[in-house]
């Protein structure tokens, strides 16, 4: 796993990096775009659309094992209403990945007729792969090639030095030449992030991430949240809400009052494992 936040977002190498990923547009057919489906606004790259422009584009709503699932259909009809294909997959065990080269084939549908009018049958389609740090990037990489994983070499045109994956015959990915950033300097983006664990919270007030996502739960999944911690007075602010869900665990210090450093910890380490539930933490209404 990648750790975010030891990650220099320097202006220099995210320019570097958006010449790599222009060059490389040069020779590849499509794109896959890896974005948590827990966060499908800000799991993404704010530069990509501008980067990539029009070339073909399939996106993997990864993690979908841990996101709401009607959430994650009501997202994929959303993409779907704006001309994108997107596919729900879970590359930790592999669920969904079986669609995957159909739908790339779904995507490049014209580009294969191309091949096959000017008789290139057989010629394999070339996919980079793009996504932000811990979306999961290694681990599709690692599903779809699996045992065939092979490195081919270097292909005219691009800087040395890019990794390619030969899945088989007919596909090769390319890995990002380069760390795609996320947009950092939005407080949101970084909070939810956080929620995910993408950004490690030794660099964060977990006390105050704790009580931001009880915000978005009481919000959206009070019934999740009662479940998981029983009965809550969610007329509480969701500093005392955090409060009654650390003294039902029982942490307790010196005067009766709650361990808030232990509850917001608990709380969030339980998000994380899914205790709470399958939750989605952006609606397509968020702003999308
Ligand atoms: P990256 O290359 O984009 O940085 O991400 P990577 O594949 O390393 O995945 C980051 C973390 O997310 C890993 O967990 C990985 O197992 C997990 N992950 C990736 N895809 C999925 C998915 O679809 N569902 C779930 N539940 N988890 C996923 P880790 O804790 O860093 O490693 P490990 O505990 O798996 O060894």
Same mark, same amino acid.
């Given at each position: 796993?990648?750790?975010? $936040? ?8 995210? +320019? ?8 490389? /547009? ?25 980067? *990539?422009?029009?070339?073909? /584009? ?13 959430? +994650? ?11 994108? +294909? ?25 580009? %294969? ?29 690692? @599903? ?25 015959? $007919?596909?090769? %990915? ?12 939005? $407080? ?8 995910? #664990? ?23 999944? @009070?019934?999740?949240? *009662? ?14 809400? %955090?409060?009654?869900? #650390? ?5 307790? *210090? ?5 361990? +808030? ?6 709380? /969030?380490?339980?998000? @994380? ?7 989605? /933490? ?7």
């Amino acid at each position: 796993m990648s750790d975010m $936040q030891n990650i220099q977002w320097f202006p220099g190498h995210m +320019t570097r990096t958006k010449r790599k990923i222009k060059e490389a /547009l040069q020779i590849i057919d499509a794109v896959v775009e890896i974005v948590d489906a827990r966060i499908p606004i800000s799991s993404r790259n704010p530069d990509l659309k501008e980067i *990539i422009k029009d070339k073909p /584009l399939l996106i993997l709503l990864n993690k979908c094992d841990m996101a709401d699932p009607t959430e +994650t259909s009501r997202w994929i009809d959303y993409y779907k209403k704006n001309d994108i +294909t997107a596919i729900p997959v879970d590359c930790k065990t592999g669920k969904g990945i079986n669609n995957f080269k159909d739908k790339i084939k779904e995507v490049l549908a014209d580009k %294969l007729e191309q091949f096959k009018a000017k008789g290139l049958v057989g010629k394999p389609l070339r996919v980079m792969v793009v996504g932000i740090p811990n979306v999961g990037k290694s681990s599709f990489i690692n @599903r779809i090639a699996g045992g065939n994983r092979a490195k081919a070499e270097n292909r005219p045109g691009v800087t040395r030095g890019n990794q390619w994956i030969t899945v088989d015959k $007919q596909l090769e %990915l390319l890995d990002t030449p380069g760390v795609l950033w996320p947009k950092f300097d939005d $407080q949101a983006v970084g909070e939810r992030l956080a929620f995910t #664990g993408a950004v490690k919270d030794k660099v964060v007030d977990i006390e105050l991430l704790s009580i931001r996502l009880l915000e978005i739960l009481t919000q959206s999944y @009070r019934d999740k949240l *009662i479940e998981r911690y029983g009965n809550l007075d969610f007329s509480a602010d969701s500093y005392e809400l %955090l409060c009654q869900i #650390g003294k039902k665990r029982g942490m307790v *210090i010196r005067g009766g009052e709650t361990d +808030t450093e232990r509850a917001s910890a608990m709380l /969030l380490e339980e998000y @994380r494992n899914c205790k709470i539930g399958r939750i989605t /933490l952006e609606r397509i209404c968020d702003n999308a």
